[in-house]
């Protein structure tokens, strides 16, 4: 092989390599949200992430085949990431220095594996076949998705929706806004009493190729809980409704129901009824922590995740990375994912919330109390230290150790 295509074989093993793949673009992510107005949204840098992802594979792909780079066309996540910020009002000068600034920040992770994977004696012909492919590979994709976010913009600037979105986005940034407008403009009181369910899908077709409607999903919601609604598709996966009214009764009910909306492939997470403008956005907050929650912990398609159960997770997982080491410091091999280290977390936490209970632990695990009080010398012996001294911390850290599990994915806003 000539030595200017050496590059092509490194960039048919990142096409292939999704672990370093996902490292380069929350990397180059990290730079675009840190310069351009997008951090401040966590639904727009999770889908400046998943773009800039899809657009490293789509280069390490086409360059490993070597399709020429002037036939480079946007794939679903970038076309998705344009028209988003078409709806946020976010102009095209700014989708433009966004693939300008991946350019840039793919360039300094590409070089590195460059240097990592080349000969000497090659690497100067590699850096300049792979910077003129890219080039051109960029100035390709960027001039294709400015034209989709411009037809988006104007399609959408002309649209009811987009004067709704508008409205509840204003609202839940806290921009100051006229009451009566605003509720005329969404057909929705905002004095009551509010819950919110933000609704999402896992991206998969079900048994006939069909994926889940997020709209008449909204529409199902609104039917079910039997009071005024109002919904926002916050993106191309996931719709948020709010419903208003709200009292004791009702509010309960509407929990217990949620379980008969949520359909193959959707699921739910629902913050609490909160009164006024202000409850319109507290809920909505809570509402994504928990869905946050959900997908950290990889809770199956379908499930249901009320804020109140997973407000201690939400609140203590929201620095991921810090919620992590936590638990590993706290834990150590109590953290593990075998079923003997789950078994002697799961007893620890059943003693310490039991008050310290042997016998209401057993009872509450089903086991006999002797194989609790076993399970918790092993358990003291490999945390190294009397589980009286940090009931506070240890408790915590059980309540997250399914929160940090995993690492962070696509969705965890």
Do not use: K
Request: charged share 25%.
């Amino acid at each position: 092989m000539a030595r200017t295509e050496t590059w092509r074989e490194l960039a048919a093993e990142l096409a292939e390599d999704g672990e370093r793949v996902g490292l380069l673009a929350a990397a180059v992510t990290d730079r675009i949200v840190a310069a351009l107005p997008l951090g401040a949204d966590e639904e727009l840098a999770e889908a400046t992430r998943r773009s800039v992802a899809d657009n490293i594979w789509l280069f390490a792909s086409m360059a490993s085949a070597g399709i020429p780079p002037e036939r480079a066309a946007p794939r679903t996540l970038a076309e998705e990431f344009v028209r988003l910020l078409a709806h946020r009002g976010v102009g095209a000068d700014t989708v433009a220095a966004s693939y300008r600034l991946a350019l840039n920040g793919f360039w300094d992770g590409w070089t590195e594996l460059l240097r990592e994977r080349v000969p000497p004696a090659e690497l100067a012909d590699a850096l300049d076949a792979s910077i003129r492919w890219m080039l051109t590979f960029v100035n390709t994709l960027s001039e294709r998705v400015i034209a989709i976010h411009e037809q988006e913009r104007r399609a959408w600037v002309r649209s009811g929706e987009a004067v709704r979105a508008a409205t509840i986005r204003d609202l839940l940034d806290g921009v100051p806004t006229d009451l009566q407008l605003a509720e005329s403009r969404l057909g929705y009181p905002l004095d009551r009493s509010h819950r919110c369910a933000v609704a999402w899908s896992d991206g998969q077709a079900g048994p006939n190729d069909e994926r889940p409607d997020l709209g008449l999903l909204a529409s199902a919601l609104a039917t079910r809980l039997r009071v005024r609604s109002v919904a926002l598709t916050v993106d191309r996966e996931t719709v948020a409704v709010w419903a208003s009214g709200f009292d004791g009764t009702a509010d309960r009910e509407a929990l217990a129901d949620l379980d008969a909306v949520a359909a193959r492939g959707v699921s739910l997470a629902v913050g609490r009824a909160h009164s006024g403008l202000d409850g319109f956005r507290w809920s909505y907050r809570e509402a994504m922590h928990a869905r946050r929650v959900a997908l950290l912990e990889r809770r199956p398609a379908g499930a249901v995740t009320p804020y109140e159960r997973v407000a201690l997770q939400a609140l203590a997982s929201a620095d991921v990375e810090h919620a992590r080491r936590f638990v590993a410091w706290q834990l150590g091999p109590l953290a593990g994912d075998d079923d003997a280290s789950r078994a002697l977390a799961e007893t620890l936490r059943a003693y310490l919330l039991n008050e310290s209970n042997l016998r209401a632990a057993a009872a509450q695990l089903g086991i006999h109390h002797n194989t609790v009080a076993n399970r918790l010398r092993r358990a003291a012996e490999l945390l190294g230290a009397p589980i009286a001294e940090r009931s506070a911390e240890l408790l915590a850290a059980l309540a997250l150790v399914d929160t940090t599990r995993y690492e962070a994915t696509a969705g965890t806003s």
